[in-house]
């Protein structure tokens, strides 16, 4: 099992400080938002500064993976916008088509992005259909998460893009563990199961049933020894904590969420 952190969670770190702290603590990798504060996509020589963040994660000895869930990098006035759901979303696939190459040159073991909120099944289809050709330029593979709220929810919608988009080969899922816990019917642990083989990224943090928030481990409903028991047994790549409004004591909630991971892995929670 390896565990990550994400670096929205570290806000207000900048990014090489965020890094070291995070290898400091034991972690084995980072889920790495491309932000304003962290590798910004859109600032001036872009692949000089991934070759920069690529040596010092090199040198940290951290994996990674790609994530997109900036808040306010497109639109300065709304949050996540926009996204593959509105009538123009030529910012967002310039920003995903940064991010897959950005992947690419890291080494990331899987870009990860999600819908937006809207009903136009047919843009959602279109807009991921190119990131997927474009990923496969590059031999990057993309994970998709379902969030809440979005026209991907939960993992049977997100079955349904997938056959949409073709099966190809590049496109698996981001689960979020919490997400599990708020909406799917399933029990946590077997949502894990059930998406086994297209499982290509995890993000995890603790939820209660209905209510979209990340919290702290304890914090929530969840009985995380035999989710991460089905991790395990199921998946070999980075589980990271996704806890992207506790920036404010980043290393200390990193510290004793690393501690509570590793001693939930061995049963003992």
């Known amino acids: 099992m390896r565990f990550g952190y994400g670096t929205n969670g570290f806000g207000n770190h900048r990014l090489p400080e965020a890094l070291r702290v995070i290898a400091d603590l034991g972690y084995d990798g980072v889920a790495l938002t491309l932000d304003t504060n962290h590798l910004d996509p ?17 040198r940290l000895g951290l994996a990674v993976v ?24 030529a ?16 080494g990331a073991e899987a870009v990860s992005f999600w819908a937006g909120i809207g009903t136009r099944w047919d843009r959602l289809v279109d807009g991921t259909g190119q990131i997927v050709d474009e990923a496969g330029k590059h031999n990057v593979t993309l994970g998709f998460e379902p969030e809440p709220g979005m026209l991907v929810n939960d993992i049977a919608d997100w079955r349904r893009l997938y056959k949409d988009l073709g099966r190809p080969a590049n496109f698996g ?47 929530g409903e969840i009985d995380f020894p035999p989710v991460l028991a089905a991790l395990d047994r199921e998946y070999s790549g980075l589980v990271s904590v996704e806890l992207p409004r ?24």
């Open 173 to 219: 899922i981001t689960l979020d563990i919490g997400h599990c816990r708020c909406l799917e019917p399933l029990p946590v642990a077997d949502c894990v199961t059930a998406v086994a083989e297209h499982l290509v990224n995890v993000q995890i943090d603790d939820m209660r049933r209905g209510t979209h928030e990340h919290l702290e481990f304890g914090d």
């Open 42 to 58: 859109f600032d001036a020589d872009l692949a000089q500064r991934t070759a920069a963040v690529g040596a010092e994660l090199q």
């Open 91 to 106: 910012k967002r696939l310039d920003y995903l088509r940064k991010a897959v190459r950005v992947g690419a040159d890291l």
């Open 246 to 269: 506790h920036s404010h004591a980043a290393p200390t909630i990193a510290a004793r969420s690393l501690d509570f991971l590793r001693t939930a892995l061995k049963g003992d929670r």
């Open 66 to 89: 790609i994530e997109t869930g900036a808040r306010y990098l497109l639109d300065p006035w709304r949050k996540h916008s926009p996204t593959l759901m509105d009538d123009d979303p």
